[in-house]
């Protein structure tokens, strides 16, 4: 019977398409001593101004089939000649519905996701590689299989949808506070195809 039941199971993972999901930047506000709004063309997912380059990715597994995105991971390049800093207390994620949410990232151990967080210093030049969890996406299952876990940044049908990240950055005596627009993008590929 057990087997019979996870033939089935395996047989109901694999028989659907492979979905995946993605994100594009379409755009970057930028808030400090002018207010401003900049279009991303391509797919790069880069943006850069005086101050940084950074390129975002989303961070996806699979787990029995079943995509999960956890987070939204960067690389963020100073391109200064003096330090900037990520001020984490202030940072959020906006889902597709607009609600606004805490962000806790890499070094933060998850039972501390909801205190204060250092900001992150990037020396000029240097680079920053992080990612991005939103805190109420964090949780613990006690118990002797519990433990803590990641829910999804992106699930479901939300194809088409924007999700933002607000990420505010001082350096050089200044403030500005960078808000990425992300558009979620989702994909099907049959598990097999005819040759």
Known sequence: MKRVLALLIITAIGCGPIIQHNVALKSVQTRGSEKREIQVEGT?????????????????????????????????????DSPVRILWDEAAYVDENGNSDRVTHQGVKFISRDQPMPPSVVVQGGKLSDTIIPSSNVQYTPGKYGGWSEGSVVAGDVA????????????????????????????????????
């Open 44 to 80: 790069s997912n880069h943006f850069e101004d005086d101050t940084v380059a950074i390129d975002w990715t989303l961070d996806s597994t699979r787990v029995l089939g079943r995509e999960r995105t956890s987070g939204l991971s960067f690389v963020l390049r100073n391109k200064t």
């Open 160 to 195: 088409g949808k924007t999700i933002r990240v607000l990420l505010p950055i001082e350096g050089q005596g200044k403030r500005t506070d960078y808000t990425f627009n992300f558009e979620v993008q989702r994909t099907e590929t049959p598990r097999w195809e005819k040759s």
